[in-house]
């Protein structure tokens, strides 16, 4: 088992956010989280990567059998946990290129590996730029600088194609993207998926399930999750609608 | 930056002070203290024309009179000067014509603060002035660079051989009246550089010097004088270290760059001296006055400046526009860290019609530290059509930290513009959050952000400095962080 959370609560600033979370994702599976706005989800993927403004209160998580709650957010990263943020931070002057090679290079020394050559780095970027089908120069450019909505996104799904996760959470990756956008998310995704890795989709909509078909669906509601199920959960989501949910609990 | 950087942080995660340690050589001082005879000594030794020495003591003279500057936003300890030493001296040879002369203690210091004196190993293009607490100790590529009719050497060569010229323009953009720290550098400076490049002629090399104090409880009071005659260009680079002591070490400098009609000199600075410890114990005092004139029309002057080290940094590199059209500009990176005190910026005197100025100045603060920028822009009356550009940003690691600003603007005409802009920002918990999720530790994404922050100045270095420089802001500010 890769990821294996049980009972997890965790706080923030002491008001109780997941309220006992229970989750197994295997190697090979793509799990989909759903669910209202503000009912944890961004939370739930803070927590599995680490950051530390939200407090664990009670239960575990344990990922390829070790405890994370050991680890600090970037050793959790070497590890291969990834995690397209919602919301990309920007990070003025510091290049795509510059950024992605120190993060590269500093998993490669983790794991006991000697780091890339310059010249190794960036065909391996062109390689992964191809793959996730970005033509623009995103690279070229500071970290998130000025880019829009959707250069934010694609440019999360090009970095996990460079950093080749073991498990990957998308936060929201989806939202606010026009169909060509999400194509080239969900063909990012079925790209990179293997039997070896896994992925978590967090999305508010059914939308971007009709491209990357998950094993599992979860919903999300106030801190618990609430219902699991197989792919059809989400078409039956869509078309009850969250009040559905929000009327049974 | 990148995996260098990383790299080399990895190599120095202690955060200690890198040039720290003292070097065994052969030394002879002056008398303790500041009196008329110690400055008959230092020019004696020297061997100085009558020129000299009485510029010196008529320096100290008017020195006598005034008191040190409170203006800064500095805490100043007090200063004992007749408990310094002002003239440390290698023991050596009094010529040297090769490298096989240099006391080898001394080369192995240049060589641990990875610097060659040695011409042939050299990086190629950059000729080196080494400058040991009072004295030159070599300057590499002088040969060469005379085929053009350039003279880089040391400031008392100079005085032996060119006479004429350090008569002409030492003191004419710095006057020993300046200022208390100038006045007492007239008086007892010891060595620094001297640079001329003849007209119409381009410097095909970077100069550079290094200077390194060495002795304990010496002052080190260079002077460093460039003069580029018309049509004329050189591209000039500064960088010092100092051991680890615990006391305090007095750096006073002075910096005269003329730059005469069509010509450019840019000077690029990587100031390294010792801050202190972390509990603000030790460190260089560095009080120094730089400034440029661009005499002629058409000329300028380009200030770079990356500021690390020492524990107070008291420095202003300025230009005064007289000739027509000149252009001066600043571009600073100053890091406080633990309890380092930094009041830096930068004046542009605007005087001739059209002049145009620029300031860019990146503070960064961290720890207990206090970074202040100060800066004056004067547009005098006959500047017709000048503008002046200021940028001021401050960058805040912690909260026990402060960044202050100071601008001072003076226009008298109307048909100039001075825009002044400043900005104060934090590394934000989400940046480094997002760095550390893929797989970027607290310190290195500290580098990066901070090396981000400051690259509109960096990439103003020569690229021999602009590696340096990265490796330097990451390290100075390690531990500040998380
Ligand atoms: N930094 C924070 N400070 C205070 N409250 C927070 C913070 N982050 C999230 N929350 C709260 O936690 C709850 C869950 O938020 P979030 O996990 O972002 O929800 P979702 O991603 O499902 O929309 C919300 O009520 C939100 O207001
Ligand atoms: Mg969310």
Redo the contacts with the bound molecule.
């Keep these: 088992m890769l990821l294996k959370i049980t009972n997890l609560h965790a706080s ?2 002491g ?1 109780e ?1 997941l309220k006992g979370i229970d989750l197994e994702v295997n190697k090979g599976e793509i799990h989909a989280i759903m ?12 927590v599995i990567a680490g950051k530390d ?2 407090e664990v209160t009670e239960g575990e998580i344990l990922y390829n059998a070790k405890n994370l709650m050991t680890l600090s957010v970037e050793e959790r990263a070497r590890e291969g946990i990834f995690l397209g943020f ?1 919301y990309p931070v920007e990070i003025p002057g510091v290049s795509m290129t510059n950024f992605m090679r120190t993060a590269v290079n500093e998993i490669r020394k983790y794991r006991g590996l000697d780091p890339l050559s310059a010249g190794e780095f960036l065909k391996m970027m062109e390689e992964k730029k191809k793959l996730v089908e970005i033509t623009s120069n995103l690279t070229n450019r500071s970290v998130n600088e000025g880019f829009s909505g959707g250069e934010k996104k694609r440019n999360e799904i090009f970095q996990m194609a460079m950093l080749e996760p073991t498990l990957a959470i998308l ?2 990756t989806d939202s606010g993207l026009d169909i060509d956008a999400l194509r080239v998310v969900a063909n990012g995704v079925n790209k990179l998926r293997t039997p070896e890795n896994a992925f978590v989709v ?1 999305t ?1 909509y059914q939308r971007l399930l009709e491209y990357i078909i998950p094993d599992f669906v979860h919903v ?1 509601f106030e ?1 618990r999750i609430v219902k699991s199920g197989g792919k059809e959960l989400a078409l039956e989501l869509e078309e009850k609608g969250y009040d559905w949910i929000k009327q049974q609990h | 930056m990148g995996s260098d950087s990383n790299n080399f942080i990895s190599e120095y995660t202690s955060g200690e002070y890198k040039y720290g340690f003292h070097t065994e050589i052969d030394t002879e001082f002056a008398p303790i203290g500041l009196t008329e005879e110690t400055i008959r000594y230092i020019s004696a030794r020297k061997n100085e024309p009558e020129f000299m020495l009485g510029y010196r003591l008529k320096a100290y003279r008017h020195w006598l009179t005034l008191k040190m500057p409170t203006w800064a936003h500095l805490e100043i300890p007090p200063i004992d000067f007749q408990d310094i030493i002002y003239y440390a001296a290698p023991k050596r040879k009094p010529e040297l014509s090769s490298l096989d002369e240099v006391d080898p203690e001394l080369l192995e210091t240049f060589n641990k603060l990875g610097i060659s004196l040695d011409e042939q190993k050299k990086l190629a293009g950059v000729a080196v002035d080494a400058v040991v607490d009072s004295v030159s100790v070599k300057t590499t590529f002088s040969e060469t660079l005379s085929k053009y009719g350039i003279i880089f050497c040391s400031f008392s060569e100079a005085v032996q051989k060119h006479p004429d010229l350090v008569k002409q323009y030492m003191g004419s953009v710095v006057p020993y009246t300046d200022n208390f720290f100038a006045a007492l550098n007239s008086a007892v400076f010891s060595d620094g550089s001297f640079c001329y490049i003849p007209k119409d002629v381009r410097c095909p090399i970077e100069l550079s010097t290094y200077f390194r104090i060495n002795a304990a409880n010496t002052g080190q009071f260079e002077r460093t004088l460039i003069v580029a005659d018309e049509g004329a260009y050189v591209s000039y680079m500064e960088g010092c270290t100092a051991p680890q002591r615990d006391e305090n070490q007095l750096h006073a400098a002075v910096v005269e760059i003329v730059a005469l009609k069509d010509a450019e000199v840019k000077y690029s600075t990587v100031q390294n001296w010792y801050p202190g410890d972390k509990e603000g114990r030790g460190g260089i005092f560095n009080f120094v006055t730089k400034r440029g004139i661009c005499k002629g029309s058409n000329a300028k002057i380009s200030w770079t400046q990356v500021e690390t080290g020492s524990a107070i940094t008291w420095k202003y590199p300025s230009c005064i526009l007289l000739g027509d059209n000149s252009v001066g500009e600043f571009y600073s990176v100053a890091v406080t860290n633990n309890h380092q005190q930094a009041d830096t910026g930068s004046k542009m005197l605007h005087v001739g019609r059209n002049t145009r100025s620029t300031i860019i100045s990146k503070g960064i603060s961290a720890g207990k530290s206090n970074n202040s920028y100060r800066g004056l822009v004067r547009i005098s009356k006959n500047a017709v059509n000048s503008r002046n550009y200021s940028q001021c940003d401050s960058l805040l690691l912690g909260d026990k930290c402060g960044a202050h600003t100071f601008p001072y603007i003076q226009t008298e005409n109307k048909s100039s513009i001075v825009e002044h802009e400043a900005t104060t920002s934090k590394i934000s918990e989400d940046q480094l959050f997002y760095c550390q999720q893929r797989g970027i530790d607290t310190e290195n994404a500290v580098g990066l952000i901070v090396n981000g922050y400051a690259k509109e100045v960096l990439k103003k270095l020569p690229m021999e400095f602009a590696v340096e420089a990265q490796k330097l802001l990451s390290i100075s500010l390690e531990g500040s962080v998380g």
Aim: hydrophobic share 30%; glycine share 16%.
């Design positions: 923030i600033k008001k956010i669910g209202p706005n503000g009912t944890g989800k961004s939370t739930l993927a803070s403004e939200f919602q936060d929201e967090i508010h999300l801190g």
